[in-house]
């Protein structure tokens, strides 16, 4: 059998399998030779500087992308961009940055920014570079030209660069790629579930003493109340003000949390205390750190509200914008 009947045989071949099926031998081939395939967890983003498009991803490790080919058109070069070709093989360089004159420009981590990026759209493989490598290679030919050295047919990809570095530094690439994905809104969301996975324990924690008698007793004073040192029973409003005070500046989505875990009794009252969910490595050392703050804030207020206004300033509620004193001698308004 001939070289030219058996590529006839596979191609035939490789038509016959199902969509699913050549996806599945596409991605194999693409492990095989890169390793582990990153997945895109975001939708396909485009990142607009100037009159330039950039196609743009997030991956599943947070590696924001831009698309290979986008990335090349953007710097200025033509013709097509061919699968995995156009790097050197053994340092998996991009062609565009291989040139002589340019290495002595190159950043110190250019070696990691510039290797190319293997991943899946769905099912489609994708190649890709890092976002941080196109300021990178912007400031490497911006460099490269006011030396002097560039040559006649790198002169246009500097011009490029030039257009391009008005709109982009390390963090705004990222910032981009963040909006036009939507990935931000994801990003914001795991954040908030790491915190509560952080703080908050699956279990319920044994009592353990954790509101020291010097909380009470100054919120008491504060109230303008008698501490009764008798009892422990509080005030039930006393709830109400302690989750402002403790819960709502502890962490981010602390007490909404709290809330639904801890039921209330038909009393009204909850079936136990919130200090019993958190974590014992963090919740509840952190718990104990602000505690203390709200305590040093206590005594140094004469009244619930000079308290509140010195509490806002030093531990504001999180997800609140600190009030401006307004009414403040010192400004003369």
Known sequence: MTE???SAGGRARALALSPERRSEIARRAGASRWGTLRQAISREGIVKVGDTELQCYVLDDETRVLARASFVRAIGRTGKVKGGRGFDEEFQTPVFLTAENLKSFFPSDLDVNSKPILFMDGDAQMIGYRAELLPDVCDIFADADRA??????????????????????????????????????????????RILENYIAKELQP?????????????????????PRDTVKRPQYFGYLTNDVIYKRLAPGIVDELKRLTPKLPSGRRKHQYFRRLTENLGHPKLREHLA????????????????VKLDRVKPRYGETMALPFDSPTTGL
């Open 148 to 193: 002097g050295v560039l040559r006649a047919n790198q002169k246009h990809i500097a011009t490029a660069c030039r257009t391009l570095s008005r709109g982009l530094t390390r963090v705004g690439i990222i910032g981009l790629i963040d909006e036009a994905t939507g990935y931000q809104r994801e990003r914001a969301a795991d954040a908030l579930a």
């Open 293 to 308: 703050s709200v305590i040093t804030v206590m005594m140094l207020s004469d009244t619930y509200d000079d308290f509140m």
């Open 4 to 6: 030219s009947s058996k």
């Open 207 to 227: 009592w353990v003493q954790t509101f020291p008698p010097e909380f009470y007793d100054n919120l008491f004073r504060l109230r303008g109340l008698h501490y």
